[in-house]
């Protein structure tokens, strides 16, 4: 492994933990932009073909996508939203960390398993979208990683499907605000019939 991903490999493991243990939910949009950028990358140095057009449209739409936009609309929406700006966890932040799967060695696996215990483990809606994007950055970089031979169409689908996953979870945690006031899920318990 080249010491350009082991750093990659390092850094998104502390990006994982840095989830795990922030309360405010402006830090974590910033820490998921940051993990997106950073692992955007790993299309470039993982395959040794170099730099073709392939690899360096797949970095730069990821980078693009999940390094800004996600992070930009996750930012808009928890402007417009008034909202407790605090994480509010199911499990504190402390058992968070002591939780994490700290045996796992590939960070693929790692942001799987992070982004699935952040969208359960979290009360605030917008907190549940980015354990989603996290989730997703592990999905992509195990892709990446595993299979040299998808082709661009597939990989290019994969991030459409995201991008349209994150619109229609905006759109319903702004109408979970608007008809709540508040972005908490346990308040969906209220819509019983």
């Not at 504190?92 to 799987?112: G, H, N, Q, R």
Request: hydrophobic share 60%; with cysteine.
């Amino acid at each position: 492994m080249s010491p350009l991903i082991e750093t990659i490999h390092a850094v998104g493991l502390l990006t994982c933990f840095a989830l795990l243990a922030t309360s405010r939910i402006g830090a974590c949009i910033r820490w998921l932009s940051f993990q997106g950028i950073l692992f955007g990358m790993v299309p470039l140095i993982v395959h040794d073909d170099g730099l073709t057009a392939r690899a360096m449209l797949l970095a730069g739409g990821n980078i693009a996508l999940k390094g800004i936009v996600f992070p930009w609309l996750l930012l808009g929406l928890r402007a417009r939203a008034d909202f407790n700006r605090e994480v509010q966890p199911f499990v504190s932040f402390v058992m968070s960390i002591a939780k994490a799967p700290f045996v796992m060695l590939d960070s693929s696996i790692f942001l799987i398993f992070i982004g699935l215990f952040l969208m359960i483990s979290r009360r605030n809606a917008l907190m549940q979208v980015i354990g989603f994007l996290v989730l997703e950055n592990g999905i992509f970089v195990f892709g990446v990683i595993t299979v040299v031979g998808t082709p661009l169409l597939v990989e290019l689908g994969v991030l459409l499907d995201a991008f349209v996953g994150v619109f229609v979870m905006g759109i319903a945690i702004y109408h979970i605000t608007r008809e709540f006031g508040s972005m908490d899920v346990d308040r969906l318990t209220e819509l019983r019939g």
